[in-house]
Every structure is written in C-alpha cells, then in structure tokens.
C-alpha cells in the first residue's frame, strides 16, 4: 500500500509531536524522529530538542534561530547529546562546556574504556577525571 505526500506529513507531524516525551537517551538513539533545526526565525524554548547532521541536539537557552545559530556553530544555544544509550559505551568525544560527560559515564578512547569520576567533565580520558575500566 502507498501512502500520499499529505498521510507521509501527517504522520511526520504525528512522529515530531509524540518525540517531545522521549527521553534524551532515545532521542539521541534515533534523532530522527525530532524535527530538524531550521534557521529561519523559529522560536526555540530551552529543553526543546532538534536533529541536526544526523545527531540530536537540546536547546540550553530560549531564542529564535538565526542561519548562524545552527547547533554546531551555537555551542551556547545547543549542546549535542553525547551519551545516546547508557547501555553502549561511545567513543569519546570532546564536548563543549555546556554537555560535559558526568560522574559514570562511560566512553572507548585510545582503545581503552574509562569512566568518569567527576560531573561536569570536558578533559581527554587519561589527563583528568577519568579511571580507566574493563568495561
């Protein structure tokens, strides 16, 4: 069965609509059910949750977006969530200030596995904050 353009928005308005009471963990797991980020004057509330180049983003501080703004360039207006599944252990990635790993997080660096020690953390595994682990 085939469905139309106008049955494929609805359920993408449907899909959007439903992503707001997802957890970030299953956002970030499938950040395409979020609606895209969209520069053109749209008015962002802090917690609202994007995608953006395939990733899942929250909003930290309230604005309207502006071309510029996107949540790569904003790093005060977006912070990517960085720990998607806290059954899967990601690589590390260096994060922002504004989505630091926190106490137990666990991530794959330099092809060991560590995990935090402190919230709040931005330092590279084995510099500071980190023990590394088993897995």
Known sequence: MMITIKQARA??????????????????????????????????????????????????????????????????????ILIPDPETIPEWKQPESTNPYMRGDKVRHNGKVWISDVDNNVWEPGVYGWTETEG
């Open 11 to 80: 359920m993408r308005a449907i899909i959007e609509a439903n992503s707001k009471t997802a957890t970030d963990e299953q956002a970030a797991e499938a950040p395409f059910i979020l609606p895209a980020w969209n520069g053109d004057g749209v008015q962002y509330e802090t917690g609202d949750r994007v995608q953006y180049d395939g990733k899942a983003y929250k909003v930290l501080q309230t604005h309207t977006s502006q071309t510029a703004w996107d949540p790569v360039s904003a790093v005060s207006l977006f912070a990517e």
